[in-house]
C-alpha cells in the first residue's frame, strides 16, 4: 500500500501562486507516476498533471502555469501553480500508480486525502 498526505492548499488571490505538496510512504516502489488532480464543487475530479522518468504531463487547463516535480529521494511531488484564477478553485488530490498506465482518474491507484485550494478574485 501506499500512503499519500497532501499539503500547501490554502486561500490565495487572483494571479498569485502556490506549491502543493505530496509525501508518499509505504510501499513507494509502486509510484511510478504520481500526479495530481482537483474536483471543484459540483464537478467531476479532473486531471491537472502528471509525472513519470519520461517527464511530466498537463491538462489543457494548466498548461503553462504549472510546474509538476519530483523528489525521488524524499519521495515527494510538488504542484506549482502560477497565475491562479478563482476557477482554479478545488480540492486538490495527490494521486499515485504502480504503472504507466493512462492519465485518467481511473488510472490511479493510490489516493490523499486533499487539500483545498481558494482564489479568491
Known amino acids: 500500500q501506499v500512503q499519500l498526505v497532501e499539503s500547501g492548499g490554502g486561500l490565495v488571490q487572483a494571479g498569485g501562486s502556490l506549491t502543493l505538496s505530496c509525501a508518499a510512504s509505504?510501499?513507494?516502489?509502486?509510484?511510478?507516476?504520481m500526479g495530481w488532480f482537483r474536483q471543484a464543487p459540483g464537478k467531476e475530479r479532473e486531471f491537472v498533471a502528471a509525472?513519470?522518468?519520461?517527464?511530466?504531463n498537463y491538462a489543457d487547463s494548466v498548461k503553462g502555469r504549472c510546474t509538476i516535480s519530483r523528489d525521488y529521494r524524499n519521495n515527494t511531488v510538488r504542484l506549482q501553480i502560477d497565475s491562479l484564477r478563482p476557477d482554479d478553485t478545488a480540492v486538490y488530490y495527490c494521486?499515485?500508480?504502480?504503472?504507466?498506465?493512462?492519465?485518467?482518474?481511473?488510472?490511479?491507484?493510490?489516493w490523499g486525502q486533499g487539500t483545498q485550494v481558494t482564489v479568491s478574485s
Open positions: 509505504g510501499r513507494t516502489s509502486s509510484t511510478d507516476t
Open positions: 494521486a499515485a500508480d504502480p504503472g504507466s498506465r493512462g492519465l485518467g482518474r481511473y488510472d490511479f491507484a493510490y
Open positions: 509525472i513519470r522518468w519520461s517527464g511530466g
